[in-house]
């Protein structure tokens, strides 16, 4: 019981923190396999955040190149769109879909995403956000795979945050550890 008060005090902490979903902002981030048995690679990330009501656009481009016994590069753009749920102590949960281009060093394909996710604040400047993302190709990738991803933000200013991601890559089973760079203008 002398614990309420506590909670009650922290309420406007956790409801009223900096979102990435609910905010505009460019990112930049730099991931790599974090096996460097099975294969050995980067990728370079640089996205933006459009807020619209209840919802948000996520464009996003990449540049990666693999070495997993022949080294294998590729580009990416694409486009998503996430609708937010009523935020509830905190917790924001969301639902998207999109559309990625892939120009691969072989063959170019498009794909399709859909996306099940929650972001949740841990104070009014740390917020956790996992993610499932199921695609597939529309030409030569006809398998459907997932990938379970998970970020945690630290906002050191209103304009300045900081994030570590942690991404699981059904596809060749591969594990992403990555680092990015936010720079929020609202």
């Given at each position: 019981m002398?614990?309420?008060p506590?909670?009650?005090?922290l309420?406007?902490?956790?409801?009223?923190?900096k979102?990435r979903?609910e905010d505009?902002?460019?990112?930049?981030e730099?991931?790599t396999?974090a096996?460097?048995?099975?294969?050995d690679?980067e990728?370079?990330?640089l996205?933006t955040?459009?807020p619209l009501?209840n919802?948000?656009?996520?464009?996003?481009?990449?540049?990666?190149d693999i070495?997993?016994?022949g080294?294998?590069?590729?580009s990416?753009f694409?486009?998503?769109?996430?609708?937010?749920f009523?935020?509830?102590?905190g917790?924001v949960?969301f639902?998207?879909i999109?559309?990625?281009y892939?120009?691969?060093d072989?063959?170019?394909d498009?794909f399709?995403n859909?996306?099940?996710?929650?972001?949740?604040?841990?104070?009014?400047?740390?917020?956790?956000?996992?993610k499932?993302r199921?695609?597939?190709?529309?030409?030569?990738f006809?398998?459907t795979?997932?990938e379970a991803?998970?970020?945690?933000t630290?906002?050191?200013?209103?304009?300045h945050g900081l994030?570590?991601g942690?991404?699981?890559n059904s596809?060749?089973?591969?594990d992403?550890?990555?680092?990015?760079?936010l720079?929020?203008?609202e």
């Open positions: 002398r614990s309420l506590l909670i009650f005090a309420v406007p902490f956790i409801a009223f923190s979102t979903l505009y902002y460019v990112g930049f730099i991931a396999i096996d460097h048995e099975t294969a690679g990728s370079f990330d996205s955040n459009i009501e919802s948000s656009l996520l464009i996003n481009f990449t540049l990666a070495d997993n016994n080294s294998q590069s590729w990416d694409g486009v998503d769109y996430f609708y937010h009523e935020n509830v102590d917790f949960p639902v998207g999109g559309l990625n892939a120009d691969l072989a063959n170019d498009v399709w859909l996306y099940l996710g929650l972001e949740f604040s841990v104070s009014d400047q740390l917020t956790l956000l996992p499932l199921l695609y597939q190709g529309f030409d030569d006809d398998d795979e997932l991803s998970i970020a945690l630290y906002w050191l200013s209103d304009n994030s570590l942690y991404t699981h596809l060749g089973e591969t992403y550890i990555g680092i990015q760079y720079y929020s203008w």
